[in-house]
């Protein structure tokens, strides 16, 4: 059987902070500087008492204008950002946007490789009959965990929620995926504190790093140098992966959207990867870093502005905190 | 060539190639003598390493891990050609 992505939407919330704004902040800084590498000039931001379950909520009724709620019978939510330790913030949503209670719902927690994780996973329950539509809803609102005075992660990140469903009627054809997990690198992407291991702690000491970023154990760290030794050696071997596994070679793929983690990473990426400036995107200015939301919104511009056409062959690939990785070929 | 001049010389090819990329004339002609760390902010540093290790694993066909953060003083070996050819040497 066929599983098929079958339609992309995607919301940010309505505050947004742009360069100026931070520039402001940070007068002893150089944010166009950093901006000009990174390739993230504004992004949005949730309010203060605006969670990834109000984010999702909003990105899913988008996608309903389009698809009956009626028809799904699983919701998979990823998130990092989570209402409550429990219930899961799957199980808020089912309520608040009436499906049907004989719907499954789980969250799952991954990151930058959110997307292809639950993708993997819906067509996992499609394929063995357990579900006909899944709705998939990316809620990620980093920006509560990162630190008002670290502005080399305030400067990427962007909150944002996008919303997929994933059906068994032909549309865009879900492929075969690898997926991979190196736990060692657990400690170069975290949120220390918070956790059962680790109690919030309100007294927790304030460090300043060498580039005078702030931060506490409370709050998120990215040793970003790490984080793209990984990505930079990882990736290129993960797309080979995946194109042996669904039998098609570098040329006979058409596009190629990674994971929109920052400019600098995702041109290094394609250089190793030898693409050529049409085969790969990369259009996070106005929104930063959205995590797991972010291959999904450059799926839903993509096909929007006619970049990807009905029968491209489009190679998805997600990778980040865990460290974890997913790769798929999705055909449009 | 020696071990010592064949890891000068892929050194020389990644900062060529680094040069290009991201604008650094200095790169153009390197020498023994070129300056890396002060045209590199950390994310050039690692990309230098990535494409390094590369050539090193084609060249000798074995591995090596350039990018060690945890190592005291690490940067100190991307002062120059010279000093990251000696650190390579001597992984």
Same mark, same amino acid.
């Given at each position: 059987m066929g599983v098929y992505i079958k339609n992309v939407a995607y919301y940010l919330p309505e505050v947004t902070v742009s360069n100026e704004d931070l520039q402001s902040e940070f007068k002893d800084r150089d944010v166009g500087k950093m901006a000009n590498k990174i390739g993230v000039f504004r992004r949005h931001v949730a309010g203060p008492d605006e969670t990834a379950l109000d984010l999702a909520e909003k990105a899913a009724k988008k996608l309903f204008e389009e698809n009956d709620k009626d028809d799904i019978d699983f919701v998979i939510l990823c998130t990092q950002s989570p209402d409550y330790y429990l219930p899961t913030t799957a199980c808020i949503l089912q309520h608040r946007l009436g499906i049907s209670k004989n719907a499954g719902a789980i969250d799952i927690n991954q990151g930058c490789s959110g997307f292809v994780y639950s993708l993997s996973l819906a067509k996992g329950l499609v394929e063995a009959g357990v579900s006909k539509n899944v709705l998939l809803v990316m809620a990620e609102t980093y920006s509560k965990h990162i630190n008002e005075g670290d502005l080399g992660n305030r400067i990427i990140f962007g909150d944002a929620a996008s919303a997929i469903l994933v059906s068994h009627t032909q549309t865009m054809q879900v492929g075969n995926f690898v997926l991979g997990t190196d736990g060692e690198g657990a400690n170069n992407l975290i949120v220390p504190n918070g956790g059962l291991r680790n109690r919030f702690d309100s007294a927790c000491e304030v460090t300043t790093d060498q580039r005078n970023d702030r931060r506490t154990d409370n709050d998120l760290f990215m040793n970003g140098s790490e984080i793209f030794y990984f990505a930079g050696k990882q990736i290129p071997s993960v797309v080979e992966q995946t194109l042996a596994a669904n039998n098609l070679t570098k040329g006979e793929v058409d596009f190629y959207l990674f994971h929109q983690a920052n400019k600098y990473m995702i041109d290094f990426l394609a250089k190793r990867l030898k693409l050529s400036a049409d085969q790969y995107y990369f259009d996070i200015e106005d929104i930063g870093n959205t995590v797991s939301s972010t291959i999904p919104i450059a799926l839903k511009r993509c096909l929007d502005k006619g970049i990807i056409q009905k029968g491209d062959k489009v190679l998805l690939c997600g990778f980040g905190v865990g460290y974890s990785w997913g790769s798929v070929v999705v055909e449009i | 060539m020696n071990k010592t001049e064949q890891i000068r010389e892929i050194v020389f090819e990644s900062l060529k190639k680094l040069g290009a990329e991201e604008e650094i004339g200095d790169f153009a002609n390197p020498s023994m003598d070129t300056r890396i760390r002060k045209h590199?902010?950390?994310?050039?540093?690692? *990309?230098? *390493?990535?494409?390094?290790?590369?050539?090193?694993?084609?060249?000798f066909d074995s591995s090596v891990k350039i990018l060690n953060e945890e190592e005291a003083n690490f940067m100190s070996n991307f002062e120059t050609a010279e000093t990251l050819v000696k650190y390579i040497d001597g992984l």
């Open positions: - | 590199l902010d950390s994310m050039g540093v690692v *990309a230098l *390493a990535v494409d390094l290790e590369e050539l090193y694993e084609d060249l």
